[in-house]
């Protein structure tokens, strides 16, 4: 995936669990402070948890400042703007499912690029799809929403543990046709032609 497309999945993945975060904490009538912790909590604690746990330090969040921006960008939004946004409710919530996509798939193959295992892998998707939003609901005083009615972390496991399938497969396709140029092998032909 070309950088920069993936730092605007990134970036929008950061800004969609920002606003998760910044709703919540509006609706739990939380100053502007609490609006944008909440709103970092849930954009950045994923990612952060994951680098921590890999010692890819400091946190990719704080080495730019586009994620940090991302996330109060949508704090800011989350706080102007929460009457527009209870209204797209459903919308929301699948650009949410779309963040946990590209997050748990992000942090799955970030692992495997660090050299761990596939289970420990897998378990780093998971943990930077859902990480934020757990993050943010024990910081709201309540039980993370993935821990009691949802599916979500079930789904971030799914994804996480395909991606690392997939990443044997897509070596072994690159090392077939690497080995393939370099000995001159070629599909068959139809005899005669």
Request: net charge positive.
């Amino acid at each position: 995936m070309a950088p920069t497309l993936s730092l605007a999945l990134d970036l929008a993945g950061i800004f969609v669990f920002g606003l998760s975060g910044g709703l919540l904490a509006v609706h739990r009538r939380m100053d502007v402070f609490g609006v944008i912790v909440l709103a970092l909590a849930a954009a950045l604690g994923g990612g952060a948890l994951r680098d921590v746990l890999l010692g890819d330090l400091p946190p990719e969040a704080l080495r730019s400042a586009a994620p940090l921006l991302a996330g109060l960008g949508a704090a800011a939004v989350s706080f102007f703007f929460h009457r527009y946004l209870d209204r797209l409710g459903s919308a929301v919530r699948l650009f949410d499912a779309m963040g946990l996509g590209l997050f748990c798939v992000a942090g799955a193959v970030k692992g495997v690029s660090f050299g761990v295992g596939p289970l420990q892998a897998t378990l780093l998707g998971v943990m930077t799809g859902v990480g934020g939003g757990a993050l943010r609901d024990l910081l709201a005083n309540q039980v993370p929403l993935v821990l009691e009615r949802e599916i979500y972390a079930l789904a971030a496991l799914v994804g996480a543990a395909g991606a690392v399938a997939l990443l044997p497969a897509a070596a072994t396709a690159t090392g077939l046709r690497i080995v393939a140029m370099r000995r001159g092998w070629h599909a068959p032909r139809a005899p005669g032609t």
